[in-house]
Structures are given as C-alpha cells and as structure tokens.
C-alpha cells in the first residue's frame, strides 16, 4: 500500500539555520503530495502541496519539490525562526496518508 | 469563516465509560474524517465519509468503536466500552473532494484520557 517516511527528529538548529527534512514516498499512479505543520496544542494545517511531478510547493518561506525520479519531497527553509518550531508531517494523496511526523526545535 | 469545530477539547473517564466525540464539519464540504494520534502510532485514519456514507473504516481498530454521519453537517465517533490504551487525540477534518490536490482542514482535536 501507500505509504510515507520521514527522517526522524528532533531537528534542532539555531535560529537562521538552512532546514531540510526529508520525506520519500511509496505509490502506485501519482499522488498528490502535501506538507503539514502542526503547532502544539492545535491540529494540523496545510503548509503547501504539489500535485504532478516537478511540481513545487511553497509558503511561508518553506519550498518542496515533487521529484517523481527519486519519490522524494523534501521540504527546506533557508532561514528558520524560533516561531517556525512544531511538527511537520510528510502526506500524499487526498485521503491522506502521514508520515509518523518530524519534530523542529529552532534556539534563538 | 468558522473551521472544523470538535467536542470536547478535552475528556477524562474512566474505564467502560461511553465516550462521545463530536465534529461539525465545514460547511460546503462532502468529506469528512476521523484521525487517531498517539506518539506510538502517529496519525491514523480510522474512518473517512463521503456525502455522509462511510466509505473506508478499515482502520477502526475494533468493534468498540463506531462513527455515524446523520447528516452533512454533524458526525459522531463512539467508544463503548472504553479503554486506557484509546488515550489519544482524536482529529476530525473535512474537505471537498472533487479534483487532485484537495485540501483537508483539521479541528483541533480532542484529547482524550481513560484512567
């Protein structure tokens, strides 16, 4: 079936640091591919999405390209902040299916 | 525009009780979705609904469980009997499945304690 990993966290950086995290993918056809941020407390919400290959989703900062090749969709920020520190979840597909989910801690 | 609204925020029963989660989802929307998030587990679906039928619950993990869609604007998930391993939080989310790339808006969940 479908399915999804994440590196595993924490992640930790100080703040201005460059922020990759990894997520590669298992699928049949070709799914849409999404990010997800969730703040403590709260639930999740979209951070961005790409639907076809070459695709790249951006927002707030945060990019992510859809590479069919390597069944990737690593997300990056160039520069964090301390308010970008929550959990940050890897899905494809529009019943989506998430990865177990990468926790970011940005210092000041 | 008002989200996904879930109830309770939070719940403490003991064990056997009847819990009752609640969800309303966004207006417009024809689905709808039950998530399950544990740090053992991560985030699972458990059922999802489209126009108010349930499509997937292959995920409810057992037969305590159970979710009902009465109409296009409410739905419920019941445990009864409850147990302390269904500690977790509990998200409804909604979207409008109608092309690619759909959205799904979560609530912010409910966080669930059986002691």
């Known amino acids: 079936g479908d399915s999804v990993t994440q590196m595993e966290g924490p992640v930790t950086l100080s703040e201005e640091a460059f922020l990759t995290i990894n997520c590669t993918y298992t699928?049949?056809?070709?799914?849409?591919l999404f990010w997800y941020v969730q703040y403590p407390g709260e639930g999740l919400q979209l951070l961005l999405k790409?639907?076809?290959?070459?695709d790249k989703g951006s927002n707030k900062g945060f990019e992510a390209t859809y590479r069919k090749e390597t069944t990737s969709f690593h997300l990056e920020k160039g520069s964090v902040q301390v308010s970008d520190s929550a959990v940050y979840f890897c899905?494809?597909?529009?019943?989506?299916?998430f990865g177990r989910g990468t926790s970011l801690i940005v210092h000041p | 525009d008002a989200g996904v609204i879930q109830s309770p925020r939070h719940e403490v029963t003991e064990m056997g009780q009847e819990v009752t989660l609640r969800c309303k989802p966004i207006?417009?929307?024809?689905?709808l979705f039950w998530y399950r998030q544990t740090m053992m587990r991560g985030l699972e679906l458990l059922i999802y609904?489209?126009?108010?039928?349930?499509?997937?619950d292959s995920g409810m993990p057992e037969d305590r469980f159970s979710a009902k869609m009465p109409n296009a604007s409410f739905s419920t998930l019941k445990i009864q009997p409850s147990e302390p391993r269904d500690s977790a939080v509990y998200f409804c989310?909604?979207?409008?499945?109608?092309?690619?790339?759909?959205?799904?808006?979560f609530g912010e969940g409910s966080w669930l304690t059986v002691v």
């Open positions: 989310a909604s979207s409008f499945q109608g092309r690619s790339g759909n959205t799904i808006y």
């Open positions: 699928a049949t056809g070709y799914p849409s």
């Open positions: 790409a639907t076809k290959a070459d």
């Open positions: 899905a494809l597909n529009d019943i989506p299916t």
């Open positions: 207006s417009g929307h024809n689905s």
């Open positions: 609904f489209n126009n108010n039928v349930p499509i997937d």
